[in-house]
């Protein structure tokens, strides 16, 4: 399994090709797409690049799918025997980032479609099978 640490968003995540990560708003319209390149460190397939702090030459590509909110976080602020309440609320504002590539040196290490499964369905008789590759 390949997968890469990366700093976005004021966040280091680990991401993987062909999923999808809810980040903090980054001000990029949906279905564009996006390069990062703070990347902390890739394994592909038990092999390790670390970086000081910074692996150069990477990177990681994605595509903004929405811009959305959080959930609705509350705030309550209570003095007792004052008789002062504050009751507030938050909700973030998020992007979706579909991760597309991870790339090294300009050579793409791990692509999203290395991921997916092929499934092969086959019918004999009536009868349906499914095989996983």
Request: glycine share 8%; charged share 30%.
């Amino acid at each position: 399994m390949s997968y890469a640490i990366i700093e976005a968003g004021g966040q280091q995540l680990r991401v993987e090709p062909g999923r999808f990560y809810d980040i903090n708003y980054l001000g990029v319209e949906p279905d564009s797409s996006y390069s990062i390149d703070k990347v902390l460190l890739i394994n592909n397939n038990d092999e390790i690049s670390i970086g000081q702090p910074y692996i150069e030459g990477a990177t990681v590509e994605g595509t903004i799918v929405e811009n959305r909110r959080g959930r609705k976080v509350i705030v309550y602020k209570m003095r007792p025997k004052k008789k002062t309440r504050k009751k507030r609320g938050h909700r973030q504002e998020l992007s979706r980032l579909m991760i597309n590539s991870i790339s090294l040196n300009g050579s793409v290490i791990v692509d999203d479609s290395d991921n997916i499964p092929t499934v092969e369905t086959e019918v004999v008789n009536d009868q349906t099978t499914t095989t996983e590759e």
